[in-house]
Structure formats: structure tokens, C-alpha cells
T-cell receptor
Framework: RKEVEQDPGPFNVPEGATVAFNCTYSNSASQSFFWYRQDCRKEPKLLMS???SGNEDGRFTAQLNRASQYISLLIRDSKLSDSATYLCVVLGPSSASKIIFGSGTRLSIRP | DTGVSQNPRHKITKRGQNVTFRCDPISEHNRLYWYRQTLGQGPEFLTY????????KSRLLSDRFSAERPKGSFSTLEIQRTEQGDSAMYLC?????????????FGEGSWLTVV
């Protein structure tokens, strides 16, 4: 089983729609979680951190479910510019843990 | 520009040759990571440093790969006797690991094509 798993997609949704992705992780002791966005042939860029209480940044909402070991990303009122690959990122339990990326979920917003 | 800097950005090399990539992290960051990414996949962890100490190496990192961070600042990733399967984007990232978190920031990547 992969340490971090995501549905690869692609998700193809119309502009203005709401779309949600999940990401599961295998290590129950993982301590930090992030969503990164990656455009084609570019480097990943931090979209948002994921906090236990859930957090929102504009149209984006991230949530963590420790009991079921998944994190989610919700995008409301999607824009054409949201088209990208969204990477789930997990930091392990100790200060010496490495950062693990999921394979990414591709999102395509159509006009 | 005070972000993570990588060079060269693109490298085409013949199979069997050695290549070296350099990464200059954000100056106050104590951790530096190397990842490899192929099309359609997420970044795969290769190795990381805290200051000058190499804390972990992935099993993906064969003995043809070596990484250094001699003074705890910039890092180099060398691939010896390159193979076609080494063709990928090599990403460097850095972070300031402290009790407030460990957000990592990526460089633009170094694209390697082995022909």
C-alpha cells in the first residue's frame, strides 16, 4: 500500500462547479498535511496547509479526518485557472520524518 | 530572487555520462530535499539534509546517485553512468523545520534527458 494515495482523475468539471478531492495516508501518526498545486511542467507550489479543525482560504476548504486517515480539498465556484494537478502532502510522525507526496489529482475546468 | 534556485534547468546527456545538479535553498532554511518526478507521477522522495547531515536516503537512490550538502547551504546531486530511466525532473526543495511547522518550497526543477 502506498503511503499517500490519491485518485489520479482527471476530474473534468464546468466552470462554477464545486469539486472535492480526497487523499488517504497510511501512517496514523503522521503529523502535518498540505495541499500543493502543480501546473504542467512547473514546480509544485503550496496551496494550503491542512489543520485538524479544518481551514478555509477563499474558495478553497481543506479538512483532516484522523480517524479515517484522509484529508480533503474542496474547491467552490471553480475557475478556469484552477485547472492543475493537486498534490496531497504528508509529513511523518517524527522530527526526522520525510515529506511524502501523493501522485496527484488532475483537475480540468471547462468553460 | 530569494527562492530556491536550481541549475542547470535543462540537461541533455548521453547514456553513461555523469551529470551534476546544484540547488541553492532559501537562505534561512535548514532542511533541503531532493525529489524526482516523471510525467503523470507525484514527486518521489530521494534524500534530504538537515544542515549538512544527510538524514535519509530513499531505496530509489542507487549507488549511482550521490548527494552532498558540505556546508549546510547549497547541495549537489550527482548521477554517475546515467541510464535512460534517469530521465526525469529533479526537484530541490527547502524548508525551515521548527516547531511551527515544515512548509517546503520548491525550486523550478532540473530537467534531465538521457539519450
Amino acid at each position: 500500500r502506498k503511503e499517500v494515495e490519491q485518485d489520479p482523475g482527471p476530474f473534468n468539471v464546468p466552470e462554477g462547479a464545486t469539486v472535492a478531492f480526497n487523499c488517504t495516508y497510511s501512517n496514523s501518526a503522521s503529523q502535518s498535511f498540505f495541499w500543493y498545486r502543480q501546473d504542467c511542467r512547473k514546480e509544485p507550489k503550496l496551496l494550503m496547509s491542512v489543520y485538524s479543525s479544518g481551514n478555509e482560504d477563499g474558495r478553497f476548504t481543506a479538512q483532516l479526518n484522523r480517524a479515517s486517515q484522509y484529508i480533503s480539498l474542496l474547491i467552490r465556484d471553480s475557475k478556469l485557472s484552477d485547472s492543475a494537478t493537486y498534490l496531497c502532502v504528508v509529513l511523518g510522525p517524527s522530527s526526522a520524518s520525510k515529506i511524502i507526496f501523493g501522485s496527484g489529482t488532475r483537475l480540468s475546468i471547462r468553460p | 530572487d530569494t527562492g530556491v534556485s536550481q541549475n542547470p534547468r535543462h540537461k541533455i546527456t548521453k547514456r553513461g555520462q555523469n551529470v551534476t545538479f546544484r540547488c541553492d535553498p532559501i537562505s534561512e532554511h535548514n532542511r533541503l530535499y531532493w525529489y524526482r518526478q516523471t510525467l503523470g507521477q507525484g514527486p518521489e522522495f530521494l534524500t534530504y539534509f538537515q544542515n549538512e547531515a544527510q538524514l535519509e536516503k530513499s531505496r530509489l537512490l542507487s549507488d549511482r546517485f550521490s548527494a552532498e550538502r558540505p556546508k549546510g547551504s547549497f547541495s549537489t546531486l550527482e548521477i554517475q553512468r546515467t541510464e535512460q530511466g534517469d530521465s526525469a525532473m529533479y526537484l530541490c526543495a527547502s524548508s525551515r523545520f521548527d516547531r511551527d511547522g515544515n512548509t517546503i518550497y520548491f525550486g523550478e526543477g532540473s530537467w534531465l534527458t538521457v539519450v
